[in-house]
């Protein structure tokens, strides 16, 4: 499909938007970079028009937090808990390896007879 200015941006305007949302997310950049991204972001939306630069900003941007690790509020993403495994029929969660306690080692030195009848 050719790029049309009525239903979609072209490659070059896309990627000129994601380097103008990168350059406006990024920490490290100096303010004339984000004048410059701003100024490119006006120039898009004057030329696509209000709606179709709005969905082509929003695919963009969701893009650029997916690539940069970077939450929308430009916070890190939080890192995901690792699924651990099954222990006394309850799926675990790990945040950094481990293994699930289930008790039976404390109570095995206290009443063993306890432990016998738990593990038959």
Known sequence: MSPN??????????????DALRAVNAPDSTPEEREAAKATQGRLRDTYGKELYGTARRLA???????TGLAKGGMPKKVQMMRGGMANGKQHMYAA???????????AKT??????KIIK
């Open 5 to 18: 200015s009525k239903t979609q941006l072209s490659a070059s305007d896309q990627s000129a938007l994601y």
């Open 61 to 67: 941007r969701n893009a650029v937090y997916k690539d």
């Open 97 to 107: 390896g481990g293994s699930v306690n289930d008790g039976l080692k404390a109570l």
């Open 111 to 116: 009443r063993p007879d306890v432990v016998a």
